[in-house]
């Protein structure tokens, strides 16, 4: 399921947004200080981020900016009690996706919601790679150095996600997400399963893990 990002600040504005998301079948994490919203989004990985202007400790703008920076595309959509035209500009030109104007009418949230799920997944490249490794989504077929590899579906499912958020710690729980069937039971240890078995493929270096924050591909940094 899609994992949201909301930031804000309002004691009753930001628990209603949390909770009608959750309704709606999201995943919303919910985080009131403009460093902490950056914190998280460089840790985790979010599918759209709503952002109030009026942070505390560091402002929406600067947190977007600072994700732009660093080639954070996650889309984003500002909600701010700021309506008027250079406010907004400043948001477009910072590079928000969308802008909603408070009181945010939740219906309408929605939509935007879906509108910007629908743009990231029209988005997806057919194919991706990070360091040597290539995935070829269309034919499910993945290549080391050129070389194919062969996986189990659940292997490809993994690494797919792993790859198109590299650079970005995934948990394990979002894995475990990725492989849910409702037919199928996803035993507690099938991501640790997969997980071992292309570091046997592809390198135990290539797949990084951090307690507390999942797996990681593309980045080697310890």
């Known amino acids: 399921m899609p994992r949201l990002l909301v930031a804000e600040d309002d004691a009753d504005l930001g628990p209603a947004m949390k909770r009608a998301l959750e309704l709606d079948g999201y995943v919303a994490d919910l985080f009131t200080r403009g460093d902490d919203v950056l914190a998280a989004a460089r840790v985790a990985s979010?599918?759209?981020?709503?952002?109030?202007?009026?942070?505390?400790?560091?402002?929406?703008l600067e947190v977007l900016r600072e994700l732009r920076s660093a080639k954070d595309a996650t889309p984003v959509i500002i909600i701010t009690a700021f309506d008027r035209?250079?406010?907004?500009?400043?948001?477009?030109?910072?590079?928000a996706d969308d802008y909603v104007v408070k009181p945010v009418d939740l219906e309408e949230l929605a939509a935007r919601i879906r509108s910007q799920l629908r743009r990231k997944d029209r988005r997806q490249d057919d194919s991706v790679s990070v360091g040597g490794v290539t995935l070829d989504f269309t034919g499910h077929i993945a290549a080391l150095d050129g070389e194919p590899v062969a996986l189990t579906a659940k292997?490809?499912?993994?690494l797919a996600l792993l790859m198109?958020?590299?650079?970005r710690f995934v948990s394990k729980a979002d894995l475990e997400g990725e492989l849910y069937d409702q037919d199928h039971w996803v035993?507690?240890?099938?991501?640790?399963?997969a997980i071992s078995a292309l570091r046997r493929k592809f390198g135990r270096d290539f797949i990084r893990t951090a307690r507390g924050l999942?797996?990681?591909v593309g980045c080697q940094e310890v």
């Open 155 to 158: 292997e490809f499912r993994v």
């Open 164 to 167: 198109r958020r590299s650079r």
């Open 85 to 95: 035209t250079p406010h907004r500009v400043a948001g477009l030109d910072a590079g």
């Open 46 to 60: 979010y599918d759209v981020i709503l952002l109030d202007l009026g942070l505390p400790h560091m402002s929406g």
């Open 187 to 193: 035993e507690s240890n099938t991501v640790e399963v």
């Open 214 to 216: 999942g797996y990681m």
